[in-house]
């Protein structure tokens, strides 16, 4: 008789059963780094090891923003209404502007023209408040750095003015004196300063700059 072949040897037989394939747990074989060991005896990576049900962490979504707060859409609102107040603010001192330069239907002096400072501003805080406006609205970053920008280059000219005004007060008003007695002069020939002295002398209630003797210098 021959020989029992033993299992698992090679050739033709019975195949060897494959060992189960269970994940490690609490009592896994720990390899020489400390980490638990898989079944093919390399230790198993960070993301491979048991986690607990605590230690789950939830992805973070990409591209999400979150939604802006009660108190956010209200400054927003407040920041667009006041920055609209101004632009139609702006645009009826352009129009009164542009109207002034139009009604005089000449172009000869209109870079002296007082009407062309009222265009001048009306445009400027037009253009500011519009970028108020639009950067309010849309919620644009770049809109309303330079709407703060602006302002707060407007406010420093305004601090700028009030401190040479105040520093140089007295000769200002001696020059205040003699431009006024010039716009007396030129009274029937300049139609705008006819408006302007009439508006003044009507709201201040008087007649010339120190009395009405100052007329008679007008021929």
Not at 100 to 107: F, I, Q, R, T, Y
């Given at each position: 008789?021959?020989?029992?072949r033993?299992?698992?040897?090679?050739?033709?037989?019975?195949?060897v059963?494959?060992?189960?394939?269970?994940?490690?747990?609490p009592?896994?074989?720990?390899?020489?780094?400390?980490?638990?060991?898989?079944?093919?005896?390399?230790?198993?990576?960070?993301?491979?090891?048991?986690?607990?049900?605590?230690?789950?962490?939830?992805?973070?979504?990409?591209?999400?923003?979150?939604a802006?707060?009660?108190?956010?859409?209200?400054?927003?609102?407040?920041?667009?209404l006041?920055?609209?107040?101004?632009?139609?603010?702006?645009?009826?001192?352009?129009?009164?502007?542009?109207?002034?330069?139009?009604?005089?239907?000449?172009?000869a002096?209109?870079?002296?023209?007082?009407?062309?400072?009222?265009?001048?501003?009306?445009?400027?805080?037009?253009?500011?408040?519009?970028?108020?406006?639009?950067?309010?609205?849309?919620?644009?970053?770049?809109?309303l750095?330079c709407?703060?920008?602006?302002?707060?280059?407007?406010?420093?000219?305004e601090?700028?003015?009030?401190?040479?005004?105040?520093?140089?007060?007295?000769?200002?008003r001696?020059?205040l004196?003699?431009?006024?007695?010039?716009?007396?002069?030129?009274?029937?020939?300049?139609?705008?300063?006819?408006?302007?002295?009439?508006?003044?002398?009507?709201?201040?209630?008087?007649?010339?700059?120190?009395?009405?003797?100052?007329?008679?210098?007008?021929?």
């Open positions: 008789m021959g020989r029992a033993p299992r698992g040897a090679a050739g033709g037989g019975e195949r059963p494959l060992l189960p394939q269970v994940p490690p747990g009592g896994a074989p720990l390899g020489t780094s400390g980490a638990p060991l898989g079944t093919s005896g390399a230790p198993l990576g960070p993301r491979s090891r048991p986690q607990g049900p605590g230690s789950r962490q939830r992805p973070h979504p990409v591209g999400v923003r979150r802006p707060s009660a108190f956010s859409r209200c400054v927003r609102h407040l920041a667009f006041w920055n609209l107040l101004f632009l139609l603010l702006g645009l009826l001192v352009l129009a009164m502007g542009v109207w002034g330069l139009l009604a005089k239907g000449s172009e002096g209109m870079s002296s023209d007082p009407m062309l400072v009222l265009v001048l501003v009306g445009l400027s805080a037009s253009t500011v408040s519009m970028t108020g406006c639009l950067g309010a609205l849309r919620s644009s970053r770049c809109l750095r709407f703060v920008g602006a302002v707060l280059g407007l406010a420093g000219l601090v700028l003015a009030a401190v040479l005004v105040l520093a140089a007060r007295h000769r200002l001696d020059e004196r003699d431009l006024l007695l010039l716009c007396l002069l030129r009274y029937p020939d300049e139609p705008d300063l006819r408006l302007l002295v009439d508006e003044l002398q009507q709201g201040l209630r008087c007649c010339g700059l120190g009395s009405y003797r100052d007329w008679e210098s007008n021929p």
